[in-house]
């Protein structure tokens, strides 16, 4: 997801602690050991939450304080992610509502993600038909990009559609690079080599 026009919406030091924050959640999400990634991501969270507070109709900060708590609640799991997630799907809502456009489109796209990963009722709020329509929307704003066609392409894998699924993870590896997303890129690509695998081991049965 690559910042974009910021300063349409915010000053100097936000966009820089927003920055921050983006690029310390790819050292985490793909550098620090798993053992220790909870307790990073907590303590990003609140980094995140205070970027939110001090600019709340920043779009940018909205989408990445969700992004965080998404991440912390893929790693606490079971029933103590459902606040977080709930309180992610409140900032990608919040910042459809600012600027939908906002991170080519990364609202649309991590809303998706969480409706196909959170489990449905009476758990969760997760929903196959909302999420394709949002990933949807997300890769309308943002056709060529990494995350819009990885999170797509992990969708369909997830309904089974295998040619689509291959397809898409073709599409999020052909992705051209993000200048200062060196480590989430290439976390990224790897992940969608790794399914594209899968997918293409099924397709050959």
Not at 19 to 26: E, K, L, M, S, V
Not at 39 to 62: H, I, M, T, V, W
Not at 118 to 143: N, S
Request: hydrophobic letters at 45%.
């Amino acid at each position: 997801m690559v910042l974009v026009c910021l300063a349409c919406t915010a000053g100097p030091n936000a966009a820089s602690n927003v920055q921050a924050i983006r690029d310390r959640w790819a050292q985490i999400n793909y550098q620090v050991p798993k053992p220790q990634r909870e307790a990073a991501f907590e303590s990003l969270a609140k980094q995140a939450g205070s970027a939110k507070q001090a600019q709340p109709r920043d779009a940018a900060a909205l989408i990445w304080e969700g992004i965080v708590l998404s991440s912390l609640a893929g790693e606490k799991g079971g029933m103590g992610a459902l606040g977080l997630v709930k309180q992610a799907r409140a900032d990608f809502e919040a910042a459809l509502k600012l600027e939908p456009g906002a991170l080519n489109g990364a609202a649309y796209t991590s809303l998706g993600a969480l409706y196909y990963q959170v489990p449905g009722w009476p758990l969760g709020f997760g929903d196959d038909d909302t999420a394709r329509t949002m990933l949807k929307k997300g890769l309308a704003i943002d056709p060529d990009g990494i995350d819009a066609n990885y999170f797509y392409g992990d969708f369909l894998r997830d309904q089974k559609d295998w040619a689509g699924a291959k397809a898409a993870f073709e599409k999020a590896l052909a992705a051209p690079a993000r200048p200062g997303r060196e480590v989430a890129d290439a976390g990224r690509r790897k992940e969608a080599a790794a399914k594209l695998d899968e997918v293409r081991a099924h397709l050959a049965k």
